[in-house]
């Protein structure tokens, strides 16, 4: 079996390493100059859907996977499929639940699921005043894509006002930030549930928590993310009931919108005093939690995103590996504002031979790498538990160089 998968991050490397750990055939486009040190990297401009048929036209998978959520939610999946191709990703219809937070809102509001109290704004005006009958206590959300950095978790009015202006005002988001949606300030232990779907049916993952904060104690501005850990520090709550309460209900209601999803469907949870709310939802995997989430998943991970690509997931079961998984972030300096970029990437020869790679912001060419992004390379560790992975993970992080190179100290801690 032969797969595409579109991307050019660590967790388009991770899902890479694992399809060919199940024998299949790995091409990544674009990829990136790490990632073409293990598989073939086809050039490919994610924003060109025309030039993504064509690749497959030429590259005949049998499955295309696509990683990052600005081309499903722009419509690739949809084109693939019109191309003949079997696509594990969501249509651009499926994947608003990502693209506009207003539109997941009113999904949950329709399907029951618990969510943080919210409104949405597009005047300043009323937004402030929103932001100032709650005391400053809220969430400052982009409507759209904001690779992660379109939320401002605020504690008082005035780092809400600020908010609210940059986006609203100063348009410093872009169209993305048009639209605002507000919310009530959470508090709780976030969680990361993702769920294989094939339009009716869903098989769940193992559970993951993320690190999206850029500093040690979680502060610093929100990030992409600078690491992961499978399974989270503290154990859930049963995880069946979760799903059944968070992810079944979406899955539901977008088939009976008539935009079945396929793919992963991610739910960001907190679990609360009062049960667990839903944050977020992703369309796709989530990033940097596909770097340890493949290290646990147990039985045919590819097998299982066909069928899914397919509508045929009913009746495939994936099980949890024993044992942990971490993974820390090796970022430029700079990130998550500009990074600097274009210094050699040294090290990973040595950081590879304690625990496995999986790079993202890498250029360059494949025997000389340099930085080319904020993100460079999520460092893997897997064992028996999580402080065995932990300390993996750290060896092999402290092994990378490059000037400026910083990473959170905290990871699975
Ligand atoms: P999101 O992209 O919506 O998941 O938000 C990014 C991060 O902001 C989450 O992982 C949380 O750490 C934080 N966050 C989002 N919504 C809330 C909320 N309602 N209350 C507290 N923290 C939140
Ligand atoms: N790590 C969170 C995300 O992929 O959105």
């Given at each position: 079996?032969?797969?595409?998968?579109?991307?050019?991050?660590?967790?388009?490397?991770?899902?890479?390493?694992?399809?060919?750990?199940?024998?299949?055939?790995?091409?990544?486009?674009?990829?990136?100059?790490?990632?073409?040190?293990?598989?073939?990297?086809?050039?490919?401009r994610l924003?060109?859907?025309?030039?993504?048929?064509?690749?497959?036209?030429?590259?005949?998978?049998?499955?295309?996977?696509?990683?990052?959520?600005?081309?499903?939610?722009?419509?690739?999946?949809?084109?693939?499929?019109?191309?003949?191709?079997?696509?594990?990703?969501?249509?651009?219809?499926?994947?608003?639940?990502?693209?506009?937070?207003?539109?997941?809102?009113?999904?949950?509001?329709?399907?029951?699921?618990?969510?943080?109290?919210?409104?949405?704004?597009?005047?300043?005006?009323?937004?402030?005043?929103?932001?100032?009958?709650?005391?400053?206590r809220?969430?400052?959300?982009?409507?759209?894509?904001?690779?992660?950095?379109?939320?401002?978790?605020?504690?008082?009015?005035?780092?809400?006002?600020?908010?609210?202006?940059?986006?609203?005002?100063?348009?410093?988001?872009?169209?993305?930030?048009?639209?605002?949606?507000?919310?009530e300030?959470?508090e709780?232990?976030?969680?990361?549930?993702?769920?294989?779907?094939?339009?009716?049916s869903?098989?769940l993952?193992?559970?993951?928590?993320?690190?999206?904060?850029?500093?040690?104690?979680?502060?610093?501005?929100?990030?992409?993310?600078?690491?992961?850990?499978?399974?989270?520090?503290?154990?859930?709550?049963?995880?069946?009931?979760?799903?059944?309460?968070?992810?079944?209900p979406?899955?539901?209601?977008?088939?009976?919108?008539?935009?079945?999803?396929?793919?992963?469907?991610?739910?960001?949870?907190?679990?609360?005093?009062?049960?667990?709310?839903?944050?977020?939802?992703?369309?796709?995997?989530?990033?940097?939690?596909?770097q340890?989430?493949?290290?646990?998943?147990?039985?045919?991970l590819?097998?299982?995103?066909?069928?899914?690509?397919?509508?045929?997931?009913?009746?495939?079961?994936?099980?949890?590996?024993?044992?942990?998984?971490?993974?820390?972030?090796?970022?430029?300096r700079?990130?998550?504002?500009?990074?600097?970029?274009?210094?050699?990437?040294?090290?990973?020869?040595?950081?590879?031979?304690?625990?496995?790679?999986?790079?993202?912001?890498?250029?360059?060419?494949p025997?000389?790498?340099?930085?080319?992004?904020?993100?460079?390379?999520?460092?893997?560790?897997?064992?028996?538990?999580?402080?065995?992975?932990?300390?993996?993970?750290?060896?092999?992080?402290?092994?990378?160089?490059?000037?400026?190179?910083?990473?959170?100290?905290?990871?699975?801690?």
């Open positions: 079996m032969k797969a595409l998968v579109i991307g050019s991050g660590a967790r388009e490397h991770a899902l890479g390493e694992r399809l060919r750990q199940e024998r299949w055939r790995v091409a990544c486009a674009p990829g990136n100059a790490g990632i073409a040190r293990r598989f073939p990297c086809l050039p490919l924003d060109d859907p025309a030039a993504a048929v064509a690749l497959a036209r030429a590259e005949e998978p049998d499955l295309v996977v696509v990683g990052p959520e600005a081309p499903l939610v722009a419509g690739l999946a949809d084109r693939l499929a019109a191309g003949g191709f079997a696509v594990f990703g969501p249509t651009a219809a499926a994947a608003r639940i990502e693209g506009s937070k207003a539109f997941a809102k009113e999904v949950m509001a329709e399907a029951g699921v618990p969510t943080a109290a919210h409104a949405t704004f597009d005047q300043p005006d009323a937004a402030r005043a929103h932001a100032r009958s709650l005391g400053g809220v969430v400052v959300k982009a409507d759209g894509l904001a690779g992660g950095k379109g939320v401002a978790v605020c504690a008082n009015v005035e780092e809400a006002e600020a908010a609210i202006d940059a986006a609203l005002v100063r348009g410093e988001l872009g169209e993305a930030g048009r639209r605002l949606v507000l919310e300030r959470l709780g232990r976030e969680l990361s549930l993702m769920a294989l779907c094939d339009g009716r869903y098989v993952l193992p559970p993951c928590q993320d690190y999206k904060r850029a500093l040690d104690g979680d502060r610093g501005p929100n990030t992409g993310g600078m690491g992961a850990v499978s399974p989270p520090l503290v154990s859930p709550a049963p995880l069946g009931p979760l799903a059944e309460a968070t992810i079944a979406v899955v539901a209601r977008l088939a009976d919108l008539g935009t079945p999803f396929r793919g992963t469907l991610y739910a960001g949870l907190m679990l609360t005093a009062a049960g667990p709310r839903v944050l977020e939802y992703n369309c796709r995997f989530g990033d940097p939690e596909t340890v989430l493949v290290e646990r998943i147990d039985g045919f590819g097998e299982a995103m066909l069928a899914a690509a397919r509508g045929s997931l009913a009746g495939s079961r994936l099980g949890a590996r024993p044992g942990a998984a971490a993974g820390v972030v090796v970022c430029a700079g990130y998550p504002g500009a990074p600097r970029l274009g210094d050699p990437l040294l090290g990973i020869d040595a950081a590879e031979a304690v625990a496995p790679l999986r790079f993202a912001g890498v250029g360059g060419a025997e000389r790498p340099v930085t080319a992004g904020g993100r460079v390379v999520t460092v893997v560790g897997h064992g028996p538990d999580l402080p065995a992975a932990v300390a993996l993970a750290y060896r092999a992080a402290a092994l990378v160089s490059f000037p400026g190179a910083r990473f959170r100290g905290d990871i699975g801690r």
